[in-house]
């Protein structure tokens, strides 16, 4: 069960990161670098699960770099549960 709720921490993390940036940056989307994503088994999963989720969005930028940002899905579930608080 351990595996499950860190996990899951780490999605919630990640979406809650993208959900305060999205009212910072008046929802420009935040660039990472492929390191950011990808340097862990883990962190890319979560970045892959939200994704196929629709509650974030992923393109590609330059030298490697990402554009992500959350989708109003994933305002809506961060919202509808609580999860940022």
């Known amino acids: 069960m351990g595996q499950f709720n860190r996990r899951r921490g780490l999605r919630r993390e990640v979406l809650g990161r993208l959900y305060d940036s999205w009212f910072e940056l008046a929802g ?13 088994v883990e962190r890319k999963l979560a970045y892959r699960y939200l994704a196929e989720k629709g509650l974030l969005r992923m393109s590609p930028a330059s030298d490697g770099q990402f554009e992500v940002s ?7 579930r961060i919202e509808m549960t609580g999860e940022n608080e």
């Open 28 to 40: 420009e989307p935040i660039i990472l670098t492929g390191e950011e994503i990808n340097g862990d």
């Open 70 to 76: 959350i989708t109003v899905q994933g305002i809506d």
